[in-house]
C-alpha cells in the first residue's frame, strides 16, 4: 500500500508550498518534511522489495528491483537537495538576488519535479513513463532560467528544445514496441510485464524490434546525455541553482538510464543482448572520450561538473554494454556518482555564494575561506575522479576488467580517456583548493543547512565505498539477472 503515498507526498507539498504566504522557512519546513516521509516510504519499499521481489500496486505502479535502486538514490539525494536549498535561498533572499514570490516558485517546482520522477520509476506503463520524463523537462525548464539571465534563460530553452525532439523521436521508439503487442488482442494501457510476456509469446519482427531500440537510445540518450546528445546539458547544470544541479546531475539522469535499460530489457528477450549492448558500448565509449578533452579545457567549475557527469553516464553505459560483472559494476556505479556528483554541486553552490563567481579564475584559497566545504569537495572530487579506495575506483576497475577479454580496444582507449579526465580535473580543483586567496573575502561558512546535507552525502559515499549492504547487493544482482 505504500506506492501510491510515494506520488501522494510530493503533490501536497506542492499544493501547500503555492499556499505559503510570506515565510520561506515554512516553504523549507514542508519540503524537509516531505522528504522525510518520501524517505521513510521509500526505504520501506525497497527493503519489501529486496525481500520479496517486485511488488505491483493495482495494474498501474510497481516498483521492481532496477526501479528500487533508482528510487532510493532519488530520495537520498532529493532530500538533502530539500534541506540544503532552504539554507540557499534564505542567502540569496538576504542578498536580494530573489525574493519570495520566485523562493517559492523554486518549491512548487522543485516538487513537481520529483513527483514526475517518481512516477516515471514506478509506473507500469511505458507511454505513461514517457509523460512523466516529459513533464520533468518543463518542470526543471523554468528552474534552469531561474535566475531569468540571458544565458540561462537561453540554457533554458536550448534544453527544452533539444530534449522534447529528443523524447519526440523517443516517442517514436516507444510506438514501435507497442504496435506488435496491440495488434496482438492486447487492450488497455499495456505494461512493462505484458510487453516482456508478449515478447515470450510472439515473435516481434527483428528489424522492427532494431529500429524501435534505435529511436529509444537516441531519444532517451538525449535526457541521459549520451554524446553527440549531449549538447544541453553543461548549459542547463551550469546555470540552475545548485540543488536543481545536484537533482539533475545525480538523479534525473539516472531516472532517464532506466528508461533505457527498460526497454534493452525487451530487446534482449527478442532479439539477443548483442545488439543492444554494442550500441551501449558505442555511445558509452563515445561519451567518455569526447568529455575527456571538454573537462581538461574548462574555466567554469558548474561546467566542468556538468561535462564530468557525461563521461559517467558513459562509464555505466559502457558496462551494461559489456554485460555481466560489467552491468553489476555500472548499476554500483550509478549510486557512487549520484552521491559524490550531488555533492559536488551542493558544494557549488557554497562556492557561487562566498565568490559571486562560477569562474575558476576567481575562485582561490577555498581551503582558507570555506575551509569545510573544500574538505568535501576534495573528498567528493577524488571519489569521483576514480581515485582508491573510493568506491567508483572499484567500479571502473570492474567494467574495463568485464570488457577487456571481448572488447579490449575499447577499455584501451577508456584508461587513456580516464588519465585526461583525472589530470584536467586534478588542476583544475587544486588551484581552486589550495591556491592564493584573493583579499577582501571573508572566512566562513554560510550556514549549517549548506554544510549539513553535504556532509551527509559525503559520508554515505565513503560508508558504501567499503561496504554494501547484503540487501543492496541483493537487488543489483536481481537487476543484472534480467538486464
Partial sequence: MFLPFILIIPLIACLASFLVKKSVAALGAIAISAS?????????????????????????????????????????????????????????????????????????????????????????????MWIAIEATTLSTAFLISFYNKPAAIEAAWKYLIINSVGLLLGFVGILLFLYPSAQSGLQGLVSWQALLSFSNSYTFDPFIVKIGFIFILVGFGTKVGLVPMHTWLPDAHSKAPAPISSLLSGVLLNVAFLALLRFKGVT????????????????????????????????????????????????????????GAGAFAALLHLIYHSLAKSSLFLSAGNILLKYSSTKMVNVKGMIKTLPLTSILFFISFLALAGVPPFGIFITEFSIMLAGIGAHPVAVIISLLAFVLVFAGI??????MVFGEAREGIPSGEAGPLTVIPVVILVALLIGLSFYVPESAQSLLRAVVANY
Avoid: C, W
Avoid at 90 to 97: D, R
Fill in 36 to 128: 522525510l516521509v518520501e524517505l521513510a516510504i521509500v526505504s520501506a519499499s525497497v527493503v519489501s522489495v529486496a525481500k520479496n521481489g517486485t511488488y505491483f500496486f493495482s495494474n498501474y505502479l510497481f516498483l521492481d528491483p532496477l526501479g528500487a535502486v533508482i528510487i532510493m538514490i532519488l530520495t537520498v539525494v532529493s532530500a538533502m537537495a530539500a534541506s540544503y536549498s532552504l539554507g540557499y535561498l534564505k542567502i540569496e533572499m538576504k542578498k536580494k538576488i530573489i525574493g519570495f514570490r520566485r523562493a517559492r516558485q523554486f518549491f512548487v517546482l522543485l516538487h513537481l519535479f520529483i513527483l514526475a520522477m517518481f512516477f516515471a520509476i514506478v509506473t507500469t506503463n511505458p507511454m505513461l
Fill in 268 to 323: 534482449d528477450l527478442e532479439i539477443g543482448g548483442g545488439f543492444s549492448g554494442n550500441l551501449f558500448i558505442i555511445f558509452g565509449l563515445l561519451s567518455i572520450v569526447v568529455e575527456g578533452f571538454f573537462i581538461f579545457s574548462q574555466n567554469n567549475y558548474k561546467r566542468m561538473l556538468a561535462y564530468s557527469s557525461i563521461e559517467h553516464m558513459g562509464v555505466a553505459t559502457l558496462g551494461f554494454g559489456f554485460g
Fill in 426 to 431: 586534478l588542476k583544475h580543483v587544486t588551484m
